[in-house]
């Protein structure tokens, strides 16, 4: 069982730093920025119409 939880320890460090260098790599630096350019950009887009009440 001390194996188990050993190679688990280190799976899980390994996917940890991969992760790590998969975030911070440079190829995806431009889906990052872009990402937070997200929360400026203009609703008009994304607005819903406004909500009218049934006539009657």
Not at 23 to 39: G, Q, T, V
């Amino acid at each position: 069982m001390v194996i188990f939880h050993s190679f688990w320890t280190v799976f899980l460090f390994v996917l940890f730093l991969a992760i790590t260098v998969w975030a911070w790599s440079a190829r995806r630096k431009a889906d990052f920025d872009e990402a937070a350019r997200l929360p400026l950009e203009d609703d008009v887009m994304h607005e819903t119409p406004p909500h009218r009440e049934p006539q009657g």
